[in-house]
């Protein structure tokens, strides 16, 4: 929103409206976490202390947000929020035992934020090119789980939620498409990244024109945008679909592509670096 939309009072209402519904949110979140115990419950609780510290941070420095986003310079901190966020995807893989399909889609997530590391050094070794490829081949990997492992966990993922019949049916479908949907958009950004590795390394970098230079840039850029607009969106549909069955008065009225907030400069300019 920041970034797509003008800094008026408009936007100003409607991160108004989204800090009271992450309030909500958080607050159910809290009241429930108290009744579970064993996994669950620590699992629950590492993600809301990540969500609270991630929601704080967002919504503190609106104002500056969106001055950096428009003008598509770096917001001071995010390199550290971002390390964060690689913190918390590896605890929280270390938590969850194996062949579980979202700790899987995490793992590539993490993959792809370091090989966006590497293209961001400033020493372009032979070695570093090589573990760049490394991620990115494992992260293509982890993003094609298949249509079978996906409706095996989902089948087995809404079964332990004892809906009805109908409902249970209904969701399980939905989230097929829902995971889906997120794979492929996962599987799109890892592959945009090698295909980019590969135009650089196939050729001559130094014999490019400012212009073919700034064009190549500017696909590369409206590429990411498109393909991180579709893995927010995936993922706040997952989410809120699933969330919809089970409190539909706190869900009904949150709509996926208004709630996406696309922070996708960070990566487009790390694409661009790679020249």
Excluded at 209 to 218: E, G, I, M, P, V
Aim: hydrophobic share 35%; proline share 2%; with cysteine.
């Amino acid at each position: 929103m920041c970034e797509l939309q003008a800094n008026d009072t408009s936007l100003e209402h409607q991160i108004t409206q989204m800090d009271t519904r992450v309030a909500s949110l958080l607050n159910a979140v809290n009241e429930e976490v108290h009744k579970q115990n064993g996994l669950t419950k620590h699992l629950i609780q590492h993600q809301l202390e990540y969500t609270k510290s991630y929601c704080a941070n967002a919504l503190a420095n609106t104002s500056q947000r969106v001055t950096y986003a428009q003008t598509g310079l770096e917001i001071p901190g995010e390199e550290e929020q971002i390390a964060k966020e690689m913190a918390f995807i590896k605890e929280r893989a270390d938590m969850i035992p194996g062949d579980d399909l979202l700790e899987e889609y995490d793992r590539a997530i993490y993959l792809i934020y370091q090989a966006t590391g590497i293209l961001d050094s400033d020493n372009q070794t032979d070695e570093l090119r090589a573990g760049f490829k490394k991620r990115i081949a494992a992260a293509l990997d982890l993003m094609t789980p298949g249509f079978s492992k996906i409706q095996r966990q989902c089948n087995e993922y809404i079964g332990h939620l004892y809906l009805s019949p109908a409902k249970s049916l209904a969701l399980t479908n939905q989230q097929i498409v829902d995971h889906s949907n997120m794979f492929s958009a996962g599987f799109a950004l890892a592959r945009l990244y090698r295909i980019i590795i590969k135009v650089v390394e196939d050729q001559d970098s130094e014999a490019w024109t400012q212009s073919a230079l700034a064009r190549f840039q500017k696909d590369i850029t409206e590429r990411s945008n498109t393909i991180q607009s579709r893995l927010i969106e995936s993922n706040l549909a997952r989410a809120n679909n699933m969330g919809y069955v089970l409190d539909p008065e706190l869900f009904n009225h949150i709509k996926t592509s208004e709630s996406a907030a696309l922070d996708t400069s960070y990566v487009s300019r790390q694409l661009a670096n790679t020249n």
